[in-house]
T-cell receptor
Framework: ELKVEQNPLFLSMQEGKNYTIYCNYSTTSDRLYWYRQDPGKSLESLFVLLSNGAVKQEGRLMASLDTKARLSTLHITAAVHDLSATYFCAVDGTKETSGSRLTFGEGTQLTVNP | DTEVTQTPKHLVMGMTNKKSLKCEQHMGHRAMYWYKQKAKKPPELMFVYSYEKLSINESVPSRFSPECPNSSLLNLHLHALQPEDSALYLC??????????????FGPGTRLTVL
């Protein structure tokens, strides 16, 4: 059974600071996703990481994937209040069907304080 | 356009009611999904439709019945629900193939309350 663990689960940080969220998963997978969810809202796709060593950046967020270590990181640079949200990583655990079968981590609730 | 729409936004129903949730996408996606999300928890996959055929059922109770009338529409029929079924129900869609391009796009969700 595929298990996905995120840490930390709660993160309170000051504006302007840097921090990293970690996502570990238990079985081999070739695709990892990061999503953002604002309170009471749906999930917004941030990044898709498809191969070992993949790195993607969008604004103050940068995601990377190490498939050998089964680890992905989401790095936040110079945080701003607008980044406050819950961030989920999700791993695709299927190989035999079309579509994808995502298992989500528990989520990291990020609060950026002025 | 990466929009998935869901209706209704909110639904309150009794345990003896029958209701349906609807999801629609016009992105030409061939895979559609239903998720259940409880407060402060991650989404949990319920069903996957691939090319209008049910490909994954994550051991969901029979009081939830999915239907995919065509490639753009996905329904979730609800009957004899329990209060613990109260949650946010999210629909998502993705291209399906090729798998390397398969990002799931989520709708806004239906917040369901079972009394």
């Amino acid at each position: 059974e595929l298990k996905v663990e995120q840490n930390p689960l709660f993160l309170s940080m000051q504006e302007g600071k840097n921090y990293t969220i970690y996502c570990n998963y238990s079985t081999t997978s070739d695709r990892l996703y990061w999503y953002r969810q604002d309170p009471g809202k749906s999930l917004e796709s941030l990044f898709v990481l498809l191969s070992n060593g993949a790195v993607k950046q969008e604004g103050r967020l940068m995601a990377s994937l190490d498939t050998k270590a089964r680890l992905s990181t989401l790095h936040i640079t110079a945080a701003v209040h607008d980044l406050s949200a819950t961030y989920f990583c999700a791993v695709d655990g299927t190989k035999e069907t079309s579509g994808s079968r995502l298992t989500f981590g528990e989520g990291t609730q990020l609060t950026v304080n002025p | 356009d990466t929009e998935v729409t869901q209706t209704p936004k909110h639904l309150v129903m009794g345990m003896t009611n029958k209701k349906s949730l609807k999801c629609e996408q016009h992105m030409g996606h061939r895979a559609m999904y239903w998720y259940k999300q409880k407060a402060k928890k991650p989404p949990e996959l319920m069903f996957v439709y691939s090319y209008e055929k049910l490909s994954i059922n994550e051991s969901v109770p029979s009081r939830f019945s999915p239907e995919c009338p065509n490639s753009s529409l996905l329904n979730l029929h609800l009957h004899a629900l329990q209060p613990e079924d109260s949650a946010l129900y999210l629909c998502a869609s993705s291209q399906g193939l090729p798998r390397w391009a398969d990002t799931q796009y989520f709708g806004p969700g239906t917040r369901l309350t079972v009394l």
